[in-house]
């Protein structure tokens, strides 16, 4: 059944690494968004993309990376620049203007 | 500076009685606003959103009013019941091309 799917589930990296978190969607939706959860910050945007091959910037985009090269995939990179990498993160999809986002499980990032 | 404002980071509500969640919002552009519910470890679920054109929708146990000139909407819950218990965001977004933004949450307690 359609949905979206974040893998893995829990992740684990030593500082200094670059990671990349992986989100795919069945629902044929043209825009995918990332997430980030901290306690007591609700959820913060890093990049969103309305469209193939396009993608713009959140509140928080310093240190993160995206590619849409497929309508179904958009995979987040963590990189080494990020100073404060360890969060739950949340990939989510909208079919159209002012329609809700479904939103993926997560995943939980620690680095150490 | 904080656009969607979710002013009460938790909230305590007897079992059967109503739940009250408040959400503020700054910019009077924002013309689609929804409600989400979330789980620990999970992604956000959605509950219920209204257009700026309404000033109320209904679903079930769930509705949303929406005050365009106090910038205000809040989301009852009625009757509120044990697997109400769950962090509530609030969302906004202003057109096609612009991001949904969301508030900090606020976390319910349904107490039996």
């Known amino acids: 059944d359609g949905g979206i799917t974040q893998s893995p589930k829990y992740l684990f990296r030593k500082e200094g690494q670059n990671v990349t978190l992986s989100c795919e969607q069945n629902?044929?939706?043209?825009?995918m968004y990332w997430y980030r959860q901290d306690p007591g910050q609700g959820l913060r945007l890093i990049y969103y993309?309305?469209?193939?091959?396009?993608?713009q910037k959140g509140d928080i985009a310093e240190g993160y990376s995206v590619s849409r090269e497929k309508k179904e995939s958009f995979p987040l990179t963590v990189t080494s620049a990020q100073k404060n990498p360890t969060a739950f993160y949340l990939c989510?999809?909208?079919?159209?203007?002012?329609?809700?986002?479904?939103f993926g499980n997560g995943t939980r990032l620690t680095v150490t | 500076d904080q656009q969607v404002k979710q002013n009460s980071p938790s909230l305590s509500v007897q079992e059967g009685r109503i739940s009250i969640l408040n959400c503020d919002y700054t910019?009077?552009?924002?013309?689609?606003f929804l409600w989400y519910k979330k789980y620990p470890a999970e992604g956000p679920t959605f509950l219920i959103s209204?257009?700026?054109?309404?000033d109320k929708n209904e679903d079930g146990r769930f509705t949303v009013f929406l005050n365009k000139s106090a910038k205000h909407l809040s989301l009852h819950i009625v009757p509120s019941q044990p697997g109400d218990s769950a962090v509530y965001f609030c969302?906004?977004?202003?057109?096609?091309?612009?991001?949904?933004?969301f508030g900090k949450g606020t976390r319910l307690h349904i107490l039996p």
């Open positions: 993309s309305q469209i193939v091959n396009d993608f």
């Open positions: 910019n009077s552009m924002f013309d689609y």
């Open positions: 989510a999809s909208q079919g159209y203007y002012n329609s809700p986002l479904h």
């Open positions: 629902l044929n939706h043209d825009a």
């Open positions: 209204i257009s700026s054109i309404k």
């Open positions: 969302a906004a977004s202003m057109n096609r091309d612009d991001k949904i933004i």
